[in-house]
């Protein structure tokens, strides 16, 4: 018989068991319903709700059978439907009807909820000190790479010369605010639902103070029928992993693309790459292409979550079954991407050489013969214009601004001196922007050092 089966007279279909059953995915949630529990009854007990002696059996059995799961000693019941019901029945089993008495002043929908909001609050945590662990890691590299110079890219096409450590410092601060999108998700997730009942709160004299501080919950919900129903957090946590994988998914991108042959920028560590079945040379960069395939896969997370809420009416539904398979497979999923990632990028093997030659290549210091120009008292776009022009006629004879003799550039204005080629110097290129938040040796090093300060404040 069902716990809840008093008012049927025909058992379920067993098509319907195991269509309703949500035991073979919401099982992981085994150590949050236990300690949800426990908290829950040593709350009856000091209300004077049940029994004290009842609430330390039920206490002392259901941390029994939290030990058992653990051990592999328990094996739950499809005809139970969910982990709540098969950690009630078990308890009821071992002790009998003392066991009825755990569910007092609350309901499925509330405990689910609560059990929820542990497990994301755990897991968040998790994935904080994931993110963090992969900042520290660039961070290192960069260190390594001040004075690395690299071209960087608008349009795939080549722009202005910067510092490889530069363009990782980019990666930095998109980790930071993930990282900030976490804590602030963490915020919301870290309110008690339990004690909103079904939809309606209870008549009994609940202390869910007490229960929050037994759980370490910062906040109570303040309305029962937002509290059962609310999968914001769910939702917003998706939407914190997908820009997450976003992220990951463009550095990548980029991987991909610098230790190809064309650019050989970058060289992964072989325990990161893979070779093929039929071509002997190759060395492909499989991490960071899974890394860039499941990206969408967590977006779909996302996506079905917020479709499935979408048109519910207050209070709980059915269909709120469906929270958690995609929660589950997009938080596995990141903490599986997250180090792997990070062990990769720890690993790579730089070659400066090359992205100082690709640096060169592009014009990527025709905006600093413009600035000199202007520096000269030229206008801007007249400045624009000239080295436009310059540029052209350099693409026709296949050499670069740095190859034009000092009477060539005379010939294109006469206020053009030497120091010329010293202002069009990959070096100078990049050490001269020098204002806070650009690629200058002395900038990057400052928002190293600020940054660093920042994860080691946690």
């Not at 968040?124 to 890691?137: A, C, G, P, R, W």
């Not at 079904?198 to 004299?205: D, G, R, S």
């Not at 539904?317 to 062990?343: R, S, Y």
Request: with cysteine; glycine share 6%.
């Amino acid at each position: 018989m069902k716990l809840w089966g008093g008012r049927f007279q025909k058992a379920a279909d067993k098509l319907t068991d195991d269509f309703n059953s949500s035991i073979h995915f919401d099982q992981r949630l085994y150590k949050q319903d236990i300690l949800g529990s426990i908290a829950h009854v040593k709350m009856l007990a000091s209300q004077n709700i049940i029994p004290a002696e009842d609430s330390a059996l039920i206490q002392k059995t259901l941390l029994e059978i939290l030990s058992d799961i653990e051990e592999g000693k328990v094996e739950f019941d499809v005809a139970a439907e969910d982990i709540h019901m098969n950690v009630e029945q078990i308890l009821i089993n071992r002790i009998g009807d003392v066991g009825k008495k755990l569910h007092t002043g609350r309901s499925r929908n509330d405990q689910v909820a609560l059990d929820m909001r542990m497990y994301v609050k755990e897991e968040i945590q998790t994935l904080k000190e994931q993110v963090i662990n992969l900042q520290s890691v660039l961070l290192a590299l960069a260190k390594e790479h001040t004075q690395t110079i690299m071209p960087s890219y608008t349009h795939l096409q080549k722009a202005q010369p910067i510092s490889f450590a530069h363009h990782l410092m980019a990666y930095v601060e998109m980790f930071k605010r993930d990282k900030e999108r976490l804590e602030d998700t963490y915020k919301r997730v870290n309110v008690l639902p339990l004690g909103s009942g079904a939809l309606a709160a209870t008549t009994y004299p609940l202390d869910r103070d007490f229960v929050a501080r037994e759980l370490g919950f910062e906040a109570i919900s303040l309305n029962s029928l937002d509290a059962v129903s609310d999968r914001d957090f769910c939702i917003e946590l998706l939407s914190n992993l997908s820009i997450i994988m976003m992220h990951l998914s463009r550095f990548s991108e980029e991987i991909i693309f610098w230790c190809s042959h064309e650019f050989q920028f970058v060289e992964l560590d072989d325990a990161f790459s893979t070779g093929s079945s039929i071509m002997p040379q190759k060395k492909n960069p499989d991490i960071a292409e899974l890394v860039r395939g499941k990206t969408g896969r967590i977006y779909g997370s996302l996506m079905a979550l917020l479709t499935t809420m979408k048109s519910l009416p207050l209070a709980y539904n059915k269909d709120m079954q469906e929270d958690k398979e995609p929660v589950f497979d997009a938080i596995d999923n990141v903490k599986m991407c997250l180090p792997v990632f990070t062990d990769m990028i720890r690993t790579i093997r730089v070659n400066k050489d090359k992205m100082h030659e690709g640096a060169k290549g592009g014009f990527t210091n025709a905006t600093d013969l413009a600035d000199y120009l202007v520096k000269k008292g030229i206008a801007f776009r007249d400045a624009h214009e000239i080295v436009g022009k310059v540029v052209f006629s350099c693409i026709q004879r296949g050499i670069g601004l740095e190859d034009m003799t000092l009477e060539e550039y005379k010939e294109v204005n006469p206020l053009i001196e030497e120091d010329v080629f010293t202002a069009i110097s990959l070096e100078e290129c990049v050490n001269k922007r020098n204002i806070i938040g650009g690629p200058s040796e002395k900038m990057v090093k400052k928002a190293i050092e600020i940054n660093e300060l920042l994860l080691n404040k946690g």
